[in-house]
């Protein structure tokens, strides 16, 4: 029943690595982001994503992609994990509405909190 | 670059007093706040949200406040609950379709009981 998932909920890694958190919505949204907390509780934006269109946060760095199989799932991959990875990344979903073109609320997962040692 | 922020990092109320968050941004091209609640071990959660053409809107229990002029919004809960205590983030949008949404670093509210 749960709108928006993330897995796993965590992960500890060596730096170095690569690894992926998945993210899947049942809400029928046709639009999906990842964001990253950092340990001050700041939330930034990462990706946009909707069947059409990609939109990046020009400060993410090029180790981090997102890939959409479907319009369900917003996977993040991270290649040549850093320290400074270590963050909780959530994803959210959104509705883009008929008739203006606006963007609705997000919904975001329970997050996945990430650990590069 | 632009930027949204907080004016307090930390709010203790006690139960039942009427609370208030404030958040100052400086995109004046903003035109789409939202408030989230964040609890602990949780995703940010929707409460409210406003676009620049009102300047007050209610919800239960919750209130927005919009202030264009100098660029202010504020959150007000009557009758606070243990059950608000969490982390509060006002975010703003100022693109076309409200896809980039930039996030304040939040206010921790604590209830006393």
């Known amino acids: 029943d749960t709108a928006v998932s993330q897995t796993p909920k965590y992960l500890v890694t060596q730096m170095g690595n690569d690894k992926s958190i998945k993210c899947e919505q049942n809400?029928?949204?046709?639009?999906m982001y990842w964001y990253k907390q950092d340990s001050k509780k700041f939330l930034k934006i990462m990706f946009s994503?909707?069947?059409?269109?990609?939109?990046i946060n020009e400060t993410v760095p090029n180790r981090f992609s997102p890939k959409s199989p479907d319009k369900a799932h917003l996977n993040l991959h991270i290649n040549s994990l850093e320290l400074g990875d270590s963050a909780v990344y959530f994803c959210?979903?959104?509705?883009?509405?008929?008739?203006?073109?606006?963007?609705?609320?997000?919904?975001f997962g329970p997050g996945t909190r990430l650990t590069v040692l | 670059g632009e930027s949204v922020g907080l004016h307090l990092p930390t709010l203790s109320v006690q139960e039942g007093d009427n609370s208030i968050i404030n958040c100052a941004y400086s995109?004046?091209?903003?035109?789409?706040f939202i408030w989230y609640k964040q609890e602990s071990g949780k995703g940010p959660q929707f409460i409210i949200d406003?676009?620049?053409?009102?300047d007050k809107r209610q919800g239960q229990r919750v209130t927005v406040l919009l202030n264009k002029t100098v660029k202010h919004l504020s959150l007000q809960i009557a009758a606070t609950q243990p059950g608000d205590s969490a982390v509060y983030f006002c975010a703003e949008s100022a693109d076309e379709y409200g896809q980039n949404f930039v996030f304040g670093p939040g206010t921790r509210l604590s209830v006393l009981p």
């Open positions: 406003i676009r620049s053409n009102m």
């Open positions: 994503y909707n069947n059409k269109e990609l939109i």
């Open positions: 809400l029928g949204h046709d639009t």
């Open positions: 959210a979903s959104s509705h883009k509405r008929l008739t203006s073109g606006r963007l609705d609320e997000q919904f």
């Open positions: 995109n004046s091209a903003s035109d789409y």
